[in-house]
């Protein structure tokens, strides 16, 4: 049985939550690695004693392996199957038309924010979903909403593997309202059945070039995003 919390609205220490998130999910690279230490001292800051424990569970995890075998284990868990994608209009969309209409949706959705995605990642990637929600959280609240089928399969397959990294996903789904039914079913009839199969890409959209995107960019190996990650992310006002 996966674990779940009831929840309302976002709690006040949820940006800062989503701040944490979005570096552990990142691909553990030196700069992402350096961050560790910085996240286990402002964990305190984090209010509730479950989700606290989930996370410092990972922060442990990351420094007990040596970079190599960091790497190793995020690869295996995100990089060789579709079914732990951490790109989450994937799960509802699959390789259809429709998945180009959300990304492109989920640009805008950042633009109005006044935040302006970066152009080597596909702006469904969950960290990058994760960073944009800890510095706007009503309109990053709102995206996690409309992307929720993809974190609740993600967080499933997730526990399947038994990778410490479900741990962050029961924190993100945990601060998230409960589902109803009809959302619930809808979910296991995705995880039954797959996502759409029509194989078709972005090209209804223009080329890369033209609409800033590049299809199932491997997760954790993009450009610096422009938001405020690494060493920095703690001492922001809005990771506080």
Do not use: N
């Not at 922060?59 to 199957?81: K, N």
């Not at 296991?188 to 996502?195: F, K, M, N, Q, V």
């Amino acid at each position: 049985m996966i674990p779940r919390r009831r929840a309302r609205r976002p709690a006040a220490d949820t940006p800062l939550v989503h701040r944490i998130a979005s570096v552990l999910l990142r691909y553990p690279d030196e700069k992402t690695l350096a961050c560790v230490d910085d996240i286990t001292t402002a964990l305190p800051a984090v209010a509730d004693p479950v989700d606290r424990t989930r996370l410092a569970t990972v922060c442990d995890r990351l420094l007990e392996l040596r970079p190599t075998q960091a790497a190793q284990r995020y690869v295996d868990t995100f990089d060789h199957t579709r079914r732990r994608s951490l790109h989450l209009t994937y799960y509802r969309h699959g390789d259809t038309r429709a998945r180009g209409m959300a990304l492109l949706a989920l640009k805008h959705a950042y633009r109005q924010a006044g935040h302006e995605p970066p152009e080597a990642e596909l702006p469904d990637f969950l960290p990058l979903i994760l960073e944009f929600a800890a510095l706007a959280p009503e309109p990053g609240h709102r995206i996690l909403l409309q992307c929720r089928a993809g974190l609740e399969l993600l967080r499933q397959a997730l526990h399947e593997h038994s990778t410490p990294y479900a741990a962050v996903l029961d924190t993100l789904c945990g601060r998230l309202p409960e589902p109803a039914r009809r959302e619930r079913d809808a979910w296991r009839r995705l995880a039954a059945e797959g996502p759409p199969g029509e194989h078709v890409g972005l090209e209804p959209f223009g080329p890369p070039e033209q609409t800033g995107l590049e299809p199932f960019a491997p997760p954790g190996h993009a450009a610096t995003s422009p938001y405020p990650t690494h060493r920095a992310f703690l001492s922001t006002e809005e990771g506080r």
